[in-house]
Protein backbone atom coordinates (compact mmCIF):
# COMPACT_ATOMS: atom_id res chain seq x y z
CA UNK A 1 0.00 0.00 0.00
CA UNK A 2 2.72 2.29 0.63
CA UNK A 3 4.35 1.87 -2.79
CA UNK A 4 0.71 2.96 -4.31
CA UNK A 5 1.00 6.49 -2.28
CA UNK A 6 4.68 6.74 -3.32
CA UNK A 7 3.69 5.90 -6.66
CA UNK A 8 0.93 8.74 -6.79
CA UNK A 9 2.78 11.17 -5.10
CA UNK A 10 5.79 10.89 -7.75
CA UNK A 11 3.21 11.01 -10.25
CA UNK A 12 1.44 14.40 -8.97
CA UNK A 13 4.79 16.06 -8.24
CA UNK A 14 5.84 15.62 -11.70
CA UNK A 15 6.21 19.17 -13.86
CA UNK A 16 4.18 17.02 -17.03
CA UNK A 17 1.12 16.63 -15.26
CA UNK A 18 -1.72 18.61 -15.37
CA UNK A 19 -3.07 20.82 -12.35
CA UNK A 20 -6.71 21.46 -11.84
CA UNK A 21 -5.92 25.00 -12.22
CA UNK A 22 -4.89 24.24 -15.87
CA UNK A 23 -7.61 22.78 -16.74
CA UNK A 24 -10.14 24.71 -14.94
CA UNK A 25 -8.16 27.75 -16.85
CA UNK A 26 -8.56 25.79 -20.09
CA UNK A 27 -12.07 25.18 -19.71
CA UNK A 28 -12.86 28.45 -18.93
CA UNK A 29 -10.83 29.58 -21.93
CA UNK A 30 -12.65 27.52 -24.40
CA UNK A 31 -16.06 28.52 -22.83
CA UNK A 32 -15.43 31.94 -24.70
CA UNK A 33 -14.02 30.72 -27.69
CA UNK A 34 -16.69 28.59 -28.86
CA UNK A 35 -19.75 30.31 -30.42
CA UNK A 36 -22.15 27.37 -28.90
CA UNK A 37 -20.63 27.74 -25.39
CA UNK A 38 -20.65 31.71 -25.36
CA UNK A 39 -24.60 31.56 -26.00
CA UNK A 40 -25.70 29.40 -22.88
CA UNK A 41 -26.77 31.42 -20.20
CA UNK A 42 -25.55 28.98 -17.40
CA UNK A 43 -22.26 29.42 -16.28
CA UNK A 44 -22.44 25.51 -14.99
CA UNK A 45 -21.13 23.59 -18.02
CA UNK A 46 -19.24 20.70 -16.94
CA UNK A 47 -15.62 19.94 -18.35
CA UNK A 48 -16.42 17.11 -20.51
CA UNK A 49 -19.65 18.94 -22.49
CA UNK A 50 -17.00 22.22 -22.70
CA UNK A 51 -14.66 19.50 -24.22
CA UNK A 52 -17.55 17.97 -26.42
CA UNK A 53 -18.41 21.07 -27.64
CA UNK A 54 -14.99 22.03 -28.45
CA UNK A 55 -14.56 19.25 -31.02
CA UNK A 56 -17.89 19.09 -32.16
CA UNK A 57 -16.34 22.90 -33.32
CA UNK A 58 -13.52 22.13 -34.54
CA UNK A 59 -14.73 18.93 -36.56
CA UNK A 60 -17.22 21.11 -38.23
CA UNK A 61 -14.44 23.81 -39.34
CA UNK A 62 -12.54 20.81 -40.77
CA UNK A 63 -15.55 20.30 -42.74
CA UNK A 64 -15.92 23.48 -43.53
CA UNK A 65 -12.40 24.32 -44.81
CA UNK A 66 -12.97 21.35 -47.17
CA UNK A 67 -15.71 22.09 -48.40
CA UNK A 68 -14.03 25.76 -49.36
CA UNK A 69 -11.32 24.05 -50.68
CA UNK A 70 -13.24 22.04 -52.86
CA UNK A 71 -15.21 25.04 -54.01
CA UNK A 72 -12.49 27.12 -54.96
CA UNK A 73 -10.59 23.75 -56.62
CA UNK A 74 -13.40 23.34 -58.48
CA UNK A 75 -13.60 27.34 -60.00
CA UNK A 76 -10.14 26.72 -60.78
CA UNK A 77 -11.07 24.41 -62.77
CA UNK A 78 -13.01 26.62 -64.94
CA UNK A 79 -11.26 29.39 -64.95
CA UNK A 80 -8.70 30.52 -67.24
CA UNK A 81 -5.23 29.76 -66.52
CA UNK A 82 -3.68 33.03 -67.00
CA UNK A 83 -6.77 35.07 -65.72
CA UNK A 84 -6.41 37.50 -62.53
CA UNK A 85 -9.32 35.26 -60.63
CA UNK A 86 -7.25 32.00 -61.88
CA UNK A 87 -4.14 33.67 -59.68
CA UNK A 88 -6.45 34.78 -56.36
CA UNK A 89 -7.93 31.71 -56.39
CA UNK A 90 -4.25 30.06 -56.78
CA UNK A 91 -3.00 32.20 -53.71
CA UNK A 92 -6.14 31.04 -51.62
CA UNK A 93 -4.93 27.84 -51.43
CA UNK A 94 -1.58 28.01 -51.46
CA UNK A 95 -2.39 29.55 -47.42
Same mark, same amino acid.
Given at each position: ??? #? %?? !?? !? #????? /?? +?? /?? *???????? %????????? %?? +?????? !??????? @?????????? +? @?? *? *???? %?????????????????????????
Amino acid at each position: MSS #R %RS !SR !S #RQSSG /SS +RI /SD *DQISDLVT %RLQHLIPEL %RR +RRSDKV !SASTVLQ @ETCNYIRNLH +R @EV *D *DLSD %RLSELLATTDDNSGEAAIIRSLLNY
